[in-house]
């Protein structure tokens, strides 16, 4: 697994999409530090789940998850996370 990030501007036009959240579902925005392990890690993706699975979780949760699986400093592990009501 690599953390080489690609300078900017990696690609010159931007896709625009629509999506249709239900309540209960959560749309997460990740910066390469959180989503190269869940390109590679099934146990981390069941883990950020299984926590937004009831409602949002706390903060210290989350750090617990995602300090835990990154090993690295050298990398940002930013999660945006919306929990749709």
């Known amino acids: 697994m690599s953390n080489a990030v690609d300078p900017l ?3 010159l036009q931007a896709a625009v999409w629509r999506e249709t959240f239900r309540p209960g579902e959560t749309f997460a925005l990740v910066s390469d530090g959180v989503g190269n392990l869940l390109l590679g890690n099934p146990s981390f993706e069941r ?3 299984r926590l937004w699975a009831g ?4 903060l ?3 750090l ?12 940002d592990r930013t999660l945006i996370g919306v929990r749709f009501l």
Do not use: C, Q, R
């Open 55 to 58: 409602s949002a979780p706390s």
């Open 9 to 11: 501007p990696l690609h």
């Open 64 to 75: 617990t998850i995602i300090d835990a699986s990154v090993k690295s400093f050298d990398d």
């Open 47 to 49: 883990e950020l789940a």
């Open 60 to 62: 210290g949760n989350l």
